[in-house]
Nanobody, 124 residues
Framework: QVQLVESGGGLVQTGDSLTLSCGLS???????VGWFRQTPGKKREFVAA????????RVAEALEGRFAISRDNNKNTVYLQMNSAVPDDAGTYHC??????????????????WGQGTQVTVSS
C-alpha cells in the first residue's frame, strides 16, 4: 500500500514563504517523490522531485532559486519550501510517488501514486 498526505497549504501574501509537507506511509517510504501543482483547466505542472535517499533533487527551471525540496526519512516526510511567493504560485499542490528509487523525473506519468493535494492561495 502506498499513501501520501499533503499538508501546509493556505493563504499567503506575495513575497511570503510557505512550507508544504508530504507525509509518506507504506511503500511510499522507499520511493522518489515529486511535487506538482495544478490550477483549474490546466495540466498538472512539475515543481520539484527528490530521490529516495535525498541524494538527487530537481526543481523546475522556472522555479529554481525560489523553491526547494527536501526530505526527512526519519519523519517520513518530504517538504517543499516556497519562497518569495507570486500569484502564479497559487494552485493545488500534489505530491506523487515514483517507484524508481533514484529517479527525479519531471514527467507526470512517472508517478503512480498521489495524495489528495493541498491548496495554496497567493494574494497580491
Amino acid at each position: 500500500q502506498v499513501q501520501l498526505v499533503e499538508s501546509g497549504g493556505g493563504l499567503v501574501q506575495t513575497g511570503d514563504s510557505l512550507t508544504l509537507s508530504c507525509g509518506l506511509s507504506g511503500r511510499a517510504l522507499q520511493y522518489s517523490v515529486g511535487w506538482f501543482r495544478q490550477t483549474p483547466g490546466k495540466k498538472r505542472e512539475f515543481v520539484a522531485a527528490i530521490s529516495y535517499t535525498g541524494a538527487f533533487t530537481r526543481v523546475a527551471e522556472a522555479l529554481e532559486g525560489r523553491f526547494a525540496i527536501s526530505r526527512d526519512n526519519n519523519k517520513n516526510t518530504v517538504y517543499l519550501q516556497m519562497n518569495s511567493a507570486v500569484p502564479d504560485d497559487a494552485g493545488t499542490y500534489h505530491c506523487g510517488a515514483n517507484a524508481e528509487y533514484y529517479d527525479v523525473s519531471d514527467e507526470l506519468d512517472a508517478y503512480r501514486f498521489w495524495g489528495q493535494g493541498t491548496q495554496v492561495t497567493v494574494s497580491s
